[in-house]
T-cell receptor
Framework: DAGVIQSPRHEVTEMGQEVTLRCKPI?????LFWYRQTMMRGLELLIYFNNNVPIDDSGMPEDRFSAKMPNASFSTLKIQPSEPRDSAVYFC????????????FGEGSRLTVL | GENVEQHPSTLSVQEGDSAVIKCTYSDSASNYFPWYKQELGKGPQLIIDIRSNVGEKKDQRIAVTLNKTAKHFSLHITETQPEDSAVYFC??????????FGKGTRLSVIA
C-alpha cells in the first residue's frame, strides 16, 4: 500500500492567495483527519471526517479555512485568503475508523505564506 | 475536552543510556494511549500503544507504562542508539474521539 498521499509537499505563496492542499487516504480507511503542526502549538486537529462526512470542525481556526471530502479517496483543505500566520506543516492522516487505534500520517505539506 | 501535557520538551542522552518521556492527561474517559515517532521531514509514525486495561507493554527496547489513577503514562527507551533521535509524541483518546497529542519531545542521542 502506498500509504497516505499528500500534495503538494511544499508550497510557497503570497499573502492573500488561495491555497489548496490535497490528500488521498489509505484505501479502506473510513476516517480522515487534518492536523496542523507548528513549533508553538504542536499538532493541532483541524477537522475530521468519518465515511466522508465532517464530524467536528471546531479546530478550524477561522472561516478562511475549509475542508471537503467528496469521496472516500480524496480530501482537500483550502485556505482563502492565506496569511503569514498560516505557515505550518499540514498533515493528513487516516484510520480504519473512529476509535480503532492507529493513525497513519502522510508526509505533510509545508506551507509558507510570505 | 482532553488535554495532554508532555515533558520534557527536549532530551539529550548518551548512546546506550535510557530515555524517559512522561505525559499526563485530563479526561478520565480516555482509554487509548499511543506514542508516535517523527523523523525529520516525515509524518509521525506509531511505535507503540497501550490501552487502559494494561499497565505496561514492552516491545524490544521500548516500553510504555500507564497509571490510570494518576492519569499519566510514560515511554521508556533503553540502550538508546543514534537512530532513536527524533521527535516523540504521546497522545490520548477515548471511545470514538480523535487523538489529542502532546507537544512533543525532541530526543537527541549523542554518539
Amino acid at each position: 500500500d502506498a500509504g497516505v498521499i499528500q500534495s503538494p509537499r511544499h508550497e510557497v505563496t503570497e499573502m492573500g492567495q488561495e491555497v489548496t492542499l490535497r490528500c488521498k487516504p489509505i484505501s479502506g480507511h473510513n476516517s480522515l483527519f487534518w492536523y496542523r503542526q507548528t513549533m508553538m502549538r504542536g499538532l493541532e486537529l483541524l477537522i475530521y471526517f468519518n465515511n466522508n462526512v465532517p464530524i467536528d470542525d471546531s479546530g478550524m481556526p477561522e472561516d478562511r479555512f475549509s475542508a471537503k471530502m467528496p469521496n472516500a479517496s480524496f480530501s482537500t483543505l483550502k485556505i482563502q485568503p492565506s496569511e503569514p500566520r498560516d505557515s505550518a506543516v499540514y498533515f493528513c492522516a487516516s484510520s480504519l475508523g473512529l476509535g480503532t487505534g492507529e493513525l497513519f500520517f502522510g508526509e505533510g505539506s509545508r506551507l509558507t505564506v510570505l | 475536552g482532553e488535554n495532554v501535557e508532555q515533558h520534557p520538551s527536549t532530551l539529550s542522552v548518551q548512546e546506550g543510556d535510557s530515555a524517559v518521556i512522561k505525559c499526563t492527561y485530563s479526561d478520565s474517559a480516555s482509554n487509548y494511549f499511543p506514542w508516535y515517532k517523527q523523523e525529520l521531514g516525515k509524518g509521525p509514525q506509531l511505535i507503540i500503544d497501550i490501552r487502559s486495561n494494561v499497565g505496561e507493554k514492552k516491545d524490544q527496547r521500548i516500553a510504555v507504562t500507564l497509571n490510570k489513577t494518576a492519569k499519566h503514562f510514560s515511554l521508556h527507551i533503553t540502550e538508546t542508539q543514534p537512530e532513536d533521535s527524533a521527535v516523540y509524541f504521546c497522545a490520548a483518546s477515548g471511545g470514538n474521539t480523535p487523538l489529542v497529542f502532546g507537544k512533543g519531545t525532541r530526543l537527541s542521542v549523542i554518539a
